[in-house]
């Protein structure tokens, strides 16, 4: 046996969690401790965060099932465990990410004929370095999806890929369809927390929250932003109030609804903000 002591651990506990389970289905797909990922490895936090988001997916579509659902950067699952209840027998969800691996995981895991996974051969500078530098559509019909879902997606893309994928949200999106991503939004509330996270001189003490500090223009850009702790700016992406503008006009949505992250030092119902688009 090669596993170490706490993914044993986590697998005894995930299959006699099981037996426990009445009221709440879908989190019955939650992934063995190794599959894990997307910066949450904890079996309460993924169920968590799947709660908060199956909160907010209700919250966005009109029709609670049958719904057509595409989750940009998939990686193991997580938003395609909070989407379950909401594509139901009559609907589809499409899961497309950079990483093979994550693709390969998902279409063994998600056994349901209505879940699709999707391989983007693309390169991202922090997860597929190694794949084509050309931006690609994604294999989606026009006007083809009622909801387009993105949790840490646009964290991890600059001012090109950003504006370029935003505009695909459009495409692919019907009229009057929902678009739910998260970002870390440099607004006035980031601004304020800075000034509470800093002493009487201005200067940053080295805590943990200190790591979200927006400082490190991404490549040329004004208003795409990264950390003095990123290897590369696509580790952790900032944008501006201005970049968000400059988003929104390009893609042709309009923002529907903001839900301030709890990363500003201030309350918030997930760690990053949370946009939610509309064409």
């Known amino acids: ?7 044993l651990i986590d697998e005894i506990f995930r299959d006699t969690d099981k037996g426990h389970i009445k009221r709440t289905r879908n989190i019955r797909l939650i992934p063995s401790f190794e599959n894990r990922r997307g910066g949450k490895m904890s079996y309460a936090e993924w169920a968590h965060v799947i709660g908060i988001f199956q909160t907010i997916i209700y919250q966005a579509l009109e029709n ?6 595409l989750d940009i950067g998939c990686g193991t699952g997580l938003l395609g465990i909070s ?5 139901g ?8 990410d950079v990483m093979q691996e994550d693709i390969n995981f ?21 997860y597929a370095n190694d794949q084509s530098s050309l931006l690609k559509p994604w294999p989606i019909a026009n006007e083809s999806r009622d909801l ?5 997606v646009w964290t991890h893309m600059n001012e090109v890929d950003a504006t370029f994928y935003l505009k695909e949200i459009h495409r692919v999106l019907k009229k009057g369809g929902k678009a739910i991503v998260t970002f870390f939004f440099l607004n006035d509330d980031y601004e304020e927390s800075l000034v509470k996270r800093s002493d009487a001189h201005g200067r940053f003490h080295s805590t943990p929250q200190n ?6 223009n991404a490549y040329d850009s004004k208003n795409w932003m990264t950390t003095k702790q990123a290897k590369v700016p696509e580790d952790v992406i900032g944008v501006t109030p201005e970049g968000m503008e400059i988003l929104i006009k390009n893609s ?12 500003k030092e201030e309350p918030g119902i997930f760690f990053q903000d949370i946009l939610i688009f509309e064409k």
């Open 211 to 216: 790591e979200w500090i927006f400082d490190v």
């Open 64 to 69: 609670k099932t049958g719904n057509k659902i």
């Open 83 to 87: 989407s379950e209840p909401f594509v």
């Open 106 to 126: 998902c279409k063994s895991h998600f056994k349901m004929s209505n879940y699709d996974f999707i391989h983007l051969d693309v390169a991202n500078a922090t």
């Open 252 to 263: 042709g949505l309009k923002l529907n609804q903001y839900y301030p992250g709890n990363w």
């Open 89 to 96: 027998e009559g609907g589809t969800y499409t899961g497309i």
């Open 1 to 7: 046996m090669n596993k170490t002591p706490f993914p």
């Open 148 to 152: 387009v879902v993105a949790l840490s």
